[in-house]
């Protein structure tokens, strides 16, 4: 299984630079240090939240309220910052991770507890926290006038010649992959999506897990909340509108199973560079971007047809329908 | 899923005896509980809600989205979805305004807005049941490949040349005292159509067996797979249908003409107590939740809440009225079994 995952990666990760010598040969201009590095940084929140739907996704569950998450943590951080402004950067990043995890508590609880589909849960939430936006402005758009300089400054600092950002999202990919490769944790969430019921008789709780994956989706959406309001300097209710559906695309293209129990932390990221790839390079090879949609629409769909193929073979089932059957219920 | 854990069936037990809780906890009735109890606060809130002439207007608002609901019921029965929907809606008004463009009559743009619904449909069927594929991905490419199809052509335009015809389908009348819409009327027509066909006879029965168990439909000479893909068109002449309804109604096509929609579809159809997980779930429920939604929605803007709030109030909704039941009967058995448990002891 190891080997047709890493087989799988090796051939996104060709199409990918195969992708970038074509744009170079047509715009030399895009694949210089200075343009790949924006295209890195550009990439960066959807790399970090594609990893965190991965590990919902990996125990056959769904959370589509992560960019409302994103969009109401980060209205409400930019809202203590105004009123605030002495509040240290530290104390906003900790604000921001602890108002995602307990949005993302919202949701765990009623999968978790309340045994809701997920799907159902997460578009309940989706609508609520959308709404919520425009409740706590009163309809009202944040612009950089109403934040301050250092709460501005943040993402677009840079250490060591890196931009914040790709750093945060080093050290986020770096947690994941170890968590999800190294711990016995990370492990259960496979066991959990391969076999359900095996898990449990294999003693791993579910509704636990469960909180666990949706708490994480959670604090990973709202870092990315007050990452995006500050890089873009703009909080109001239609921020990352739909985002969570360009999310789900990146680890369907890196080879998340929607079925359960299968991914890795590479391909998702290769996923996400794909989608971040042609969003910046639509422009500079001067394609119209109303193309983007249709070009990510026709991507996945190769992408679902690719990752049925390349599953068929990793496991032996006696009935060709019990795949269908597990891994086709929403 | 979590319905889904093969873990919580593994117990047969026998048919279980009447209890009055129980048929309290019926989805439907709750559902109408919730929808007298709308009614009841709209029209002791605003005078304006219980006239006749509002209320027909306000069905104009909520018709075509129920229309795509009633074929989202059943694809939701047979444990599948279909998020292409309100890019399908795009797609095929875009289509309808190209011809109308060239000068097409209205006949031949209904024609146009349904074949190209049926068609999009198709696609999601075959490579749904051809490639063995999961619906909710394979629904999420389309629903970009569609909508994006539909920006490429328009880009920032719009089309806005439609025959009068069209708009008098869209925005007109069957009888005009009590005044009812062509669009809710049609969606009245069709309920009674699914509800038939749902209830009383061999097809519908076969939904609900695929639903519970798509492995034992197919060993007992179901073809699935052919009822699968015939679903998915159904969902796309519903959405072509849509098209047509909508476009005449605000007679314009827009490259965001029915977005977000696909979320207000799924979300009255788990309201409407189908399970999301397949195998239950009635036309009667959709039904009252179609009411309970529109009636809320056209009640709440009465009163001039913004469109976004509402949609809060509608989450709330969504989520509490399934969690109450969910928790109100975790909450009998665990009170059963521990009563059993004192009367062994």
Redesign the interface.
């Known amino acids: 299984m190891t080997s047709s995952l890493s087989r799988r990666e090796g051939i996104l990760g060709a199409i990918i630079l195969v992708m970038l010598v074509a744009i170079g040969l047509r715009a030399p201009v895009f694949v210089t240090p200075s343009s790949l590095l924006s295209v890195l940084t550009d990439t960066t929140i959807l790399a970090m939240m594609a990893l965190a739907q991965m590990a919902v996704i990996l125990t056959?569950?769904?959370d589509l309220s992560v960019a409302a998450n994103l969009a109401l943590t980060g209205m409400i951080v930019a809202l203590v910052s105004r009123t605030a402004p002495f509040l240290p950067i530290p104390a906003i990043v900790v604000l921001a991770l602890v108002i995602g995890l307990c949005l993302g508590l919202i949701n765990g609880i009623?999968?978790a507890f309340?045994?809701?589909?997920?799907?159902?849960?997460t578009?309940?939430?989706?609508?609520?926290y959308?709404?919520?936006i425009?409740?706590l402005a009163g309809?009202a758009w944040l612009t950089t006038k109403d934040m301050n300089e250092a709460f501005l400054s943040f993402p677009r600092s840079s250490l060591f010649g890196l931009p914040s950002l790709v750093l945060i999202a080093g050290v986020v990919i770096l947690l994941f992959a170890l968590f999800l490769n190294r711990t016995s944790a990370g492990r259960s969430l496979y066991a959990i999506g391969g076999n359900?019921?095996a898990a449990?008789y294999c003693g791993l709780s579910?509704p636990r897990y469960r909180l666990l994956v949706y708490a994480l989706s959670g604090a990973v959406a709202g870092l990315s909340g007050y990452l995006w309001v500050a890089r873009f300097g703009i909080a109001y209710?239609d921020i990352a509108i739909g985002y969570e559906?360009t999310i789900?695309?990146a680890c369907?293209i890196g080879g998340v199973s929607?079925?359960g129990g299968i991914g890795s932390v590479a391909g998702t990221l290769l996923g996400a560079l794909f989608l971040g790839i042609i969003a910046n390079a639509l422009p500079v090879i001067k394609v119209?971007p109303?193309?983007?949609?249709?070009?990510?629409?026709?991507v996945?769909?190769m992408a679902?047809?690719a990752n049925?193929r390349s599953e068929k073979g990793t496991l032996k089932l006696i009935?060709?329908?019990?795949?269908?059957?597990a891994?086709?219920?929403? | 899923?979590?319905?889904?854990?093969?873990?919580r069936s593994v117990e047969i037990a026998d048919r279980k005896k009447f209890r009055l809780a129980d048929a309290l906890l019926r989805w439907e009735v709750i559902l109408v509980v919730l929808l007298i109890g709308v009614v009841a606060v709209n029209a002791a809130i605003s005078p304006y809600f219980l006239d006749v002439d509002n209320l027909s207007d306000a069905t104009f608002n909520f018709s075509e989205k129920a229309i795509v609901a009633l074929a989202m019921t059943f694809l939701v029965l047979v444990?599948?979805?279909d998020l292409s929907v309100a890019a399908i809606i795009a797609l095929a008004s875009l289509v309808m305004g190209l011809a109308a463009g060239e000068g097409f009559g209205t006949a031949t743009l209904v024609l146009a807005g349904l074949v190209v619904g049926g068609l999009a449909g198709a696609c999601n069927g075959l490579?749904i049941t051809r490639?063995?594929?999961?619906?909710?991905?394979?629904t999420?490419?389309?629903?970009?490949?569609?909508?994006?199809?539909t920006?490429?052509v328009?880009?920032d335009q719009a089309i806005t040349q439609y025959p009068q015809e069209l708009q008098n389908l869209g925005q007109g009348y069957v009888v005009q005292a009590p005044p009812i819409g062509i669009s809710f009327a049609l969606f009245l027509a069709l309920a009674l159509i699914a509800a038939f066909v749902l209830h009383f006879t061999v097809i519908g029965r076969r939904l609900y067996a695929i639903g519970n168990?798509?492995?034992a439909a197919?060993f007992s000479g179901i073809r699935?797979n052919r009822i699968r893909f015939a679903l998915f068109v159904t969902s796309g002449f519903a959405s072509g249908l849509a098209a047509v309804l909508l476009t005449g109604r605000i007679g314009s096509t827009r490259p965001n003409i029915a977005l977000g929609w696909e979320?207000e579809i799924?979300?009255v159809v788990?309201l409407g107590g189908i399970s999301?997980?397949?195998g239950s779930g009635t036309i009667a429920g959709l039904l009252i939740a179609v009411f309970v939604l529109g009636l809320t929605t056209f009640g709440l803007s009465l009163l001039n809440v913004?469109g976004?709030?509402?949609?809060?109030?509608?989450?709330?909704l969504?989520?509490l009225s399934?969690?109450t039941p969910?928790?109100l009967r975790k909450f009998l058995t665990w009170r059963s079994t521990r009563k059993r448990a004192q009367n062994v002891r």
């Open positions: 056959r569950g769904i009623l999968v309340a045994e809701i589909p997920p799907i159902v849960v578009l309940g939430t989706l609508a609520i959308r709404g919520l425009f409740v309809g359900p019921l449990i579910l209710s559906l789900i695309a369907v929607i079925g119209s109303f193309w983007q949609m249709a070009i990510s629409g026709a996945i769909l679902v047809i049925a009935l060709p329908e019990a795949r269908r059957a891994g086709s219920g929403p | 899923m979590s319905e889904n854990d093969p873990a444990r599948e979805i490579l490639l063995n594929l999961p619906s909710i991905v394979v999420i490419g389309t629903m970009s490949l569609f909508r994006g199809l920006q490429v328009l880009g168990n798509p492995i197919r699935v979320l799924v979300t788990v999301i997980s397949g913004p976004i709030v509402i949609n809060v109030l509608l989450g709330l969504l989520i399934i969690a969910i928790v």
